[in-house]
């Protein structure tokens, strides 16, 4: 069983908005740390936005104001809408499990991944 399944990629224009969804396998609890990372081609793995057990979101610098990420538990799915997408913001995302109620940025914290969604803004 997969533990997180990431959707909602597509291909937009700058400007345009689009909403992630990683959805969590029984095993895999969202009340805990999770986050969105995203790798452009020759680039490295970079978080966008984690939120915490609390309640606590926090954003990278490039994505404040833009990116909304939040969970809802009932579903046991976490969630990344973006507005204002920029060329800039194409890559292929991918949600991620600390298994710990503090979140980090650093990617060897996250135990669980997805198998990650393209975004693909034009401009």
């Known amino acids: 069983q997969v533990p997180l399944v990431d959707s909602g990629g597509g291909s937009v224009q700058a400007g345009g908005s689009l909403r992630l969804s990683c959805a969590a396998s029984?095993?895999?609890?969202?009340?805990?740390?999770m986050g969105w990372f995203r790798q452009a081609p020759v680039k490295g793995r970079e978080a966008v936005a984690h939120i915490d057990g609390y309640g606590t979101s926090t954003y990278a610098d490039s994505v404040k104001d833009r990116f909304t990420i939040f969970k809802d538990n009932a579903k046991n799915t976490l969630y990344l809408q973006m507005n204002s997408l920029k060329s800039t913001d194409t890559a292929m995302y991918y949600c991620a499990a600390r298994l710990s109620l503090s979140c980090r940025w650093e990617v060897d914290e996250y135990r669980y991944w997805g198998q990650g969604t393209q975004v693909t803004v034009s401009s």
């Open positions: 029984g095993y895999t609890d969202i009340t805990y740390c």
